[in-house]
Each structure stands twice: as C-alpha cells, then as structure tokens.
C-alpha cells in the first residue's frame, strides 16, 4: 500500500540485494551514497510501525569515524548529571598565525561510563583555568590536557563553526590517559575526510 502512497510524503527505501553476508558488509563499510549511515535489515513479513522496533528490524551501520581531540570546555549535565561537569567540547591542533593552536570542533555529552564520568568531572574541577557562566575552561597545552577519543557518524563543511567543520553524532569513545594533548588530531585530519566524502558523492 505504501508504494502507492504520495511520494512527498511516503517514500520506500531500495532493496539491497546480495549473496552472502560478506558482500552485505562491503555495502554497509562504504554504501553507494556517503549519507547513507548503513542497511536496515528486516524481515520481510514484519510490518511498518511507529517507533523504535527491535527484534525483526535491526539498523546494521557503518563503523564510525575516529579521532583524538583534546578537552577544551566542561559543563554540568542534567537530571541525574546535574552535580557532574558531563558535557565536553573538545578540539584538534591547526596552525594559525599565532602558530599551533587548538580549534574546537564538537561537543559531546555521551559515550563514558559513570566511573569515567568522576574521572572526567575531577579532571575539570582540578584543572579549571577560567569561567563563563555555566562553562569552565579548562588547561590544555601540548604538555598537558585530557585527551579524548571521540567517535561520530559523519562529518561535513560548516559556515556555522569556526573551525570550519561539524560532526554528527559525536559521542567519547574512550579515554585517552595514555596520550599528551600534542598527539592529537589536526583540523586538517577533518577536513581530508570531508573531501574524501565528496569525491565519492
């Protein structure tokens, strides 16, 4: 029925087809359109239904992107994270005129354990070197800084950041106790990747 429907309001994803499981993961890892976050696998009998359905449908999506970027702002969460610094931006090294510095370039509130929340929290409390309203900024140098690994589901230009890019879905992946500030990321990492996604659309 839904095929019939008004295509500016109802439209049906394509059929993927494949022969193994090997060749469904080469489509999942790099789809034939870079917004395409994956396949959505379901089984044929199962109906179309509001809401998040588990079970016969599952959202099978590409591995994401990866970068080390280091804690540059801190501020508390909310509901149960009230009394917790739990929501970072963080930022990568570019060169400016000044020379080196850090650019932010996303915020993430999600991704950590409650454990790695109070390492998370202390860190900003112990380290805080300035304060705008609710936000505090905390010490980050080549020497010395907390460094994050920070998963995202895409990447593109931005107008709206300075630095000139914005993530999707940015979330902590890890915490990266084992690397100084200066180990991190570049903008310049970032931006090869939008370009690599452009030439591929």
């Known amino acids: 029925m839904i095929d019939r429907a008004p ?11 494949f022969t193994d499981w090997m060749e ?3 489509l999942r890892i790099d789809p034939p359109d870079p917004v395409i976050e994956g396949v959505m696998i379901k089984r044929k009998d199962s109906p ?6 588990k079970g016969p449908w599952f959202k099978w999506k590409r591995d994401p992107y990866n970068i080390d970027a280091v804690m540059l702002y ?9 009394s917790y610094y739990s929501d970072f931006t963080f930022g990568v090294w570019t060169k400016t005129e000044e020379g080196e510095q850090l650019v932010p370039v996303g915020k993430a509130y999600f991704g950590f354990t409650d454990v790695e929340l109070e390492v ?5 409390r112990d380290n805080t070197i300035d304060r705008f309203g609710p936000v505090r900024a905390v010490k980050a140098t080549p020497d010395f800084g907390f460094v994050l690994e920070v998963a995202f589901e895409g990447i ?4 709206r950041h300075k630095s000139g890019v914005a993530m999707r ?17 570049r903008l310049e990492t970032l931006v090869a990747m939008i370009e690599t996604r452009e030439d591929k659309s």
């Open 48 to 53: 179309y239904q509001a809401g998040r359905l």
């Open 120 to 124: 998370l929290d202390k860190f900003v």
């Open 7 to 17: 295509h500016d309001r109802f439209d049906l994803s394509d059929l993927v087809p």
């Open 74 to 82: 801190a501020q508390r969460g909310h509901g149960k994270r009230s």
């Open 156 to 159: 593109a230009r931005s107008t």
């Open 24 to 26: 469904l993961d080469r």
């Open 169 to 185: 879905f940015p979330r902590i992946s890890r915490l990266r106790q084992d690397k100084l500030p200066r180990d991190a990321d």
